[in-house]
């Protein structure tokens, strides 16, 4: 549901350098390169033969039904459907959630609408929706630090209906803590177009509250972007998604759309053949890295590895903590072990070779606030989640 974007692109702004830019994760590299672009196109083409999903039609049930069945298949059980009316007809929003390791209560949101106006909705909004399935296919299995809701919203064509209906039903009453919302609307490109550069989206709304956050994150999810697949980047600001009912709560929001503008949003021929579905598998791959990333993903489940034959017991305290910091290595070979503590972006605040069973740390440089302590050599890793107050 885009259709300013030409005129106010005006006053986008590119991408310069990058404050705090994280560096390439093997890990992450992997995943995002041993998948091909099959799966992408046929959930593009599965989701054009699904019809014209507008609200109220047998079409849009059948596209939720299809969701429900897939997210199943990859393995996940909690898998909600939240109702809202509207126009006197119930309307669905699909929510998935995975659920974090360290940071089981606060959310990574990477969303989408999956209704469409006028036509088959294959760009609009059947490549937000491909993606997210994908990211959600190749992450059920690995660990992540943080909760991830995947969230399909209906009645995005008619008014940001399904988003504005579970920000103001679901995520207010429940205070939900969310870490970022990353919202996937229209990626598309043209058919017979270069398309090579993707827009990232921020919040440069008023009241700017949760504005310096969202540039912070945008510019860590271009970074990704350029990281893990070919495709260039530029910044833009928020609108006209369901990303915009959780920004007016001063949520953190980012967001992507494509760069070329497709003209058949909204008509019978927003189908594949106008579009560029490799240009689709690069900002997969991109969203894949930006994901793990945003819900800090790992390699080793959280905790001893299997890998370790000691059973040895790592412990950290005080925590809550207020300056210092013991870690207590009991049993554990300290060769080439490393001590890690990030914040909630992700980002390294201070790295240590371990050199004692008892390393004691002096964390006075550090705000307040929610840390992930991480210990980890090349057979094991452990990882709690830390307090500064
Ligand atoms: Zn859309």
């Not at 992507?256 to 008509?267: C, D, I, M, V």
């Not at 560029?276 to 991109?286: F, H, K, L, R, S």
Request: charged share 15%; glycine share 6%.
């Amino acid at each position: 549901m885009k259709s300013l974007k030409t005129f106010l692109t005006l006053i986008s702004i590119f991408i310069g350098t990058i404050v705090n830019a994280q560096s390439y994760n093997n890990f992450y590299g992997d995943i995002v390169n041993n998948y091909s672009s099959d799966t992408i196109h046929k959930y593009l083409v599965e989701f054009e033969n699904l019809g014209i999903k507008e609200h109220g039609t047998p079409a849009l049930q059948n596209t939720l039904d299809w969701l429900v069945e897939k997210y199943t298949n990859y393995g996940y059980s909690d898998i909600e459907i939240d109702t809202f009316n509207y126009a006197a007809q119930d309307d669905y929003n699909l929510i998935i959630t995975k659920q974090g390791s360290v940071y089981p209560n606060t959310y990574v949101i990477i969303d989408g609408h999956y209704d469409t106006r006028s036509g088959t909705g294959t760009n609009d909004n059947g490549t937000g929706t491909a993606i997210i399935m994908e990211v959600a296919r190749l992450l059920e299995n690995i660990t992540t630090e943080y909760s991830i809701k995947f969230i399909h919203f209906s009645g995005e064509e008619d008014g940001l209906i399904g988003s504005t209906n579970y920000v103001n039903n679901v995520v207010l009453p429940t205070n939900m803590d969310i870490k970022i919302v990353f919202n996937i609307d229209e990626v598309g490109g043209v058919n017979g177009l270069t398309n090579n550069t993707i827009v990232c989206e921020r919040d440069q709304s008023n009241p700017s509250v949760a504005n310096a956050s969202s540039y912070a994150y945008t510019d860590t999810l271009a970074n990704c972007i350029e990281l893990y697949s070919t495709l260039m980047t530029e910044i833009s600001y928020a609108y006209s998604s369901d990303y915009m009912p959780f920004q007016a709560q001063e949520k953190v929001i980012t967001g992507l759309y494509e760069k070329n503008e497709s003209t058949h949003a909204h008509t019978p021929s927003d189908s594949l053949g106008n579009m560029d579905t490799n240009y689709v598998y690069e900002i997969t791959q991109g969203t894949i890295g930006a994901s793990l990333y945003f819900a800090v993903a790992h390699e080793f489940p959280i905790g001893i590895s299997d890998l370790d034959p000691n059973n040895q017991t790592i412990k950290i305290y005080p925590n809550p903590t207020q300056k210092e910091l013991t870690i207590h290595l009991n049993k554990l070979e300290t060769q080439n072990s490393t001590i890690l503590i990030t914040n909630i972006l992700g980002e390294t605040v201070l790295q240590k070779e371990v050199e004692n069973k008892l390393e004691r740390l002096n964390l006075g440089f550090l705000a307040s606030g929610i840390y992930s302590v991480t210990i980890h050599s090349p057979n094991f890793r452990f990882t709690e989640k830390l307090i500064v107050q």
